[in-house]
């Protein structure tokens, strides 16, 4: 059974469009995730999912409930983590989460064992105020304020920008822990690493859908040989091979180059190009692609 369908969704901003006739499924239980840079049309995308707004064209249903004609009742079994931290800054941790069970009607008492394993993070800061607290506190404390009226899907829209690695690596801890609560969880990022964290994912870019399937198929799925390569000089082999005729494409990849070679190139051929262009002792190894490869090329 399916929790959300999206139909044929586009959305425009004047003569920007947003979103271009996007349509996909979420499965009860599952962890979705929405891959893609800035301005891809996530955000967008998870506002109208959460009912703040209405699409040009299409439609989408979250529980079966229309998220236009039934928005009212759809905010009630939704938790909506945007990405700007939105809660009030001048209220304290405590004060915070208080507020927003009374506002669905609950108390923290009666739903405390859904944030237990996050607000004991919180617990030694609950009478600082919110806008004291750092990034990764905030992104927890958000999310606790989101859990609180027990929703039956949870929205994150790139919960962890701007937070560092611990933080990132526990905040995804943490949803592991609420997949088995059989939460709905559908998440956006720009970080191609935690694609590996879903289930499965939507690569989205300019506002349309490249792919969607299970990271592990995805990666499957790209048949082009792919190379790492790295030399002495770094600038001077990423130029020698953006403007030799054997790569069909070439992206800093960390202290290697990803290289993709032109149908029908052998390596041999690239190894020679290395040499003709003075790089002596370079390294050249088959390797295997990842998502953001296999976004790139899409693209």
Known sequence: MNDIEVRGISKAFGTATALKNISFEVARGERFGLIGPDGAGKTTLFQILTTLLIPDAGNASVLSM???KDYRTVRKHIGY???RFSLYQDLTVEENLHFFATIFGTSVRSNYHLIEDIYVQLEPFRKRRAGRLSGGMKQKLALSCALIH???ILFLDEPTTGVDAVSRAEFWEMLAR???????IV???PYMDEASKCERIALIQEGRLLKIDAPENIIKGHKKPLYKVRAGNFYKLLNDLKCSK???SVEPFGEYLHLTPCEGISKKEI???LAG???DNFELVLSDPTIEDVFLDLM
């Open 66 to 68: 229309d998220t236009v």
């Open 150 to 152: 027990e929703p039956d």
């Open 271 to 273: 190894e020679e190009i």
């Open 246 to 248: 054997v790569a069909e």
């Open 187 to 189: 998440v956006s990022t």
């Open 277 to 279: 262009h003075n790089h």
């Open 178 to 184: 609420l997949k088995a609560k059989n939460i709905t």
């Open 81 to 83: 983590m945007p990405g």
